[in-house]
Structure formats: C-alpha cells, structure tokens
C-alpha cells in the first residue's frame, strides 16, 4: 500500500533539487551582474588641432575613475571608461557612439571636448532618448533645447555671450572708453556662436564695428587677415579661434604691430601650458576668456588641491598638459556630477538620471554647481584673465598667481587690468 507514495517522493525530491538549482544558480547570475562595470563611453581628441587639452580631459576622468573605484565604484559595481580617439574630427563622431551603444553596450556617454565635436553627438542623444554630459561646448543645445542635456563649462545661461560679455565689458569700464572694434574669426562652430555673442554685446555697449569676417579653418598664414584688421585701426580686436589659429593670429599680431587698446577674447589655446610656455612674453597683455586660474579663490576650493596633485604627477609621465589648469578639473567635476546622480537615483536610468541632474546642486573640485537654461550653468562663471609680467618660457612662472590675472567677474578678481594692450607688452 505505501508503494505508489515513493515515486512521488523522489520526484518531489528531484524538483526540490532542480528549483533549488535554479534558484542558486539566478542569485549567482545576479550577483555576476552586480559585479559587471559601469561602462561610461565617449570619443576624445587624442590626436588632431584639439588633442593638446582632449588628452588631459582623459586623464582627468581616468583619475576621477580610479578615485571612484577605491572607494568602491558605483552601485557596489567598478567604473570602467570605455573611448575612442575622434581625431578632433566631427565626421568621426557618430561612428564612435554608434559603436559605443550598439557594440559596446556603454550605460551612460558623455561628449569628447569641444563645440565642434559635440555637434553631431546632439541628434544621436536625442534619437535614443539619452543624457549627455557635454564637456566644454558653446551653445551647442541653444537650437535644439533638448531637455537632458547638461554642459560642465560654466558659461552661464546665455552662452553665445559668455566668451565675450566680460571682455567687452571691461572694455566698456576704460577711460575714455574706446569705441571701434573688429571681430575675426573661424569658419566652424564655436567661433561663429562667440561672434553671434560679440555682434549683440557690440550693440549693448555702443561700439561701431570696422572689421567683421571669418577665415576658413584650414587657414595657415595669418598674416594678411591681421594686416586687413591693423587697416581699420580698431580700437580693440576681438578673436574667436581654436589652438592653431590662436596661435597664429598672435604671432602674426607681433609680426605686423598690431596695437589696439584691447585684444584677446575668445581664443581658445591660450591657456594649454604647451602654448603658454612656447608663446612666452608674446601673451602679455591679452586679455581673453578662461575658467580656472591659479588665484587664491580658485586654490581654496575643496578637492582642488589633491585632484591637482594627483593630476600633475601623471600628467608627467604620460606626457600631456604639465599644469592641468584649464579644462582637467572641470572633466573630473563631469565625473563628480555623473557619480552623485548615480548614486541618488539608485540606478542608470537615463530620464531619472536627467531629472535629477536638472534639480540639483552639485558639490564639486570647481565648487557648486546647478544647471539651469538649455542645460547650460544657472549662473555663468566664464573668466577674463590678462597675461601679465611674463618673461621667458619657462613653466615654473605659470604655476601660481600673478600671470593669469582674473580682472572679471568682479567676484573672482585678483588684480588690475594694464592698459591699453601696448603698455603691458613692454
């Protein structure tokens, strides 16, 4: 009579088995997963006109990476960074996110440096529903006003405006106040956007425009465009230029004795240790955009000091921008920003991540920062710093404060602007 119950006895013992199985074989993929990186993806100009800042922008993530992993990542999984060199090419970039999505499998992307480059990112986030850090671009969302987009440099909610407002207000404080200027610039994104900015300051402040044009990038020879501004005897000259134009544009200012009263503004490359210590005491007396400086109110911000510390000791090694002082705080303070919403939200859901970002306040090594219009800083904070008392090429000089002299906002200001431009050349 007991017969029949063994069969269904054993086979009760078999399905206890089997689910037992199941059970611990799902909680040892679970806890698999759980240990899985958080993949963060992105092109980087590694090589090409914008390396000399794209390969310190890396470093910084990489330490802010490693600082994050110490402590045990995110979510209790690693961070892992997973990028591709752009080339400083924005044909290259939707191949790289394309890649970074599909075959990569990257949970959260951020931009690769620059305006230009994060262009062709904007239509990508916005197809697939994505929220984009983007790492020094102007204006890049002003046409699109896509909601979960979030820019780390601080230039404030009317970006066009940012690189140029404190230049031509200080330009405006002079007495007697000058009053014709040429604008110049490049044929690519962010030199149009700042002189989209500097056309509308122009009329704000009451100057009279005598030079407004645009050279081609591929431009080498600088010489006759300066020659044509010199021509109109402008007052001040404001430029809009990336690293080699930059460059050549000052040289050519020394060759042909351009002398406004104001000169500078927007050019970015200026402030890359490579160009500073190569252009020497050809810098004195420009007055042009920037957002960090080594002035004592920048040195007292938390986490600075060690973030440089750490930054300039493998900076040296790896053979990139010895002093780290323009963008590579800012990119650690992108990781910061992306960590911190990370965390809050339990989870690496894009719209969750992006509303918490817009709502929030953040604690960063370039102090507190809350994004505002278009994703852009609710209160910009874009510098005008003047090269002063330069003499030789020789770094240590640009290690402290006294070089880059902060002049605007008033808030951060560390000295007196020389003027006009030719008596800080001497």
Known sequence: MKQPWRPRVLIGVVISFVIGAVVLASAGMFVARAADPIKIGFGMALTGGLSANGKPALLALQIWKDDINKKGGLL????????YDDQT????????????????????VTSGYGTNLIAPLMPIAMERKLMIMGIFGLANNEK?????YFQISPNGPEPETSTALGFFELAARQN??????????ADAEY?????????????KFGFKTVYDKTYPPSTTDYTPIVRAIKATNPDVVFVASYPPDSVGMLRAAHEVGLQPKLFGGGMVGLMFTSIMTSMGPMLNGVVNYDFWAPEPTFLSMPGIKEFLKEYQARAEKAGVDPLGYYLPPYSYATGQVLAQAIEATKGLDQQKLADYIRATEFNTIVGKVKFGKNGEWAKGRTLMVQFQKIQGTGIDQFRGPGKKVV???DEFKSGNIIYPYSAAKN
């Open 407 to 409: 002049l605007y906002p």
């Open 191 to 203: 030199p149009q956007n700042a002189l989209v900015g500097a056309r509308e300051l122009i009329k």
């Open 76 to 83: 209790g999984r690693p961070v892992e960074l997973v990028f």
């Open 144 to 148: 699109y006003k896509y909601p979960n």
């Open 176 to 185: 007697p106040k000058p009053q014709t200027v040429a604008i110049v610039g």
């Open 89 to 108: 090419n924005p044909a290259t970039v939707p191949g790289i996110y394309s890649k970074l999505l599909d075959v990569d499998k990257v949970d959260i």
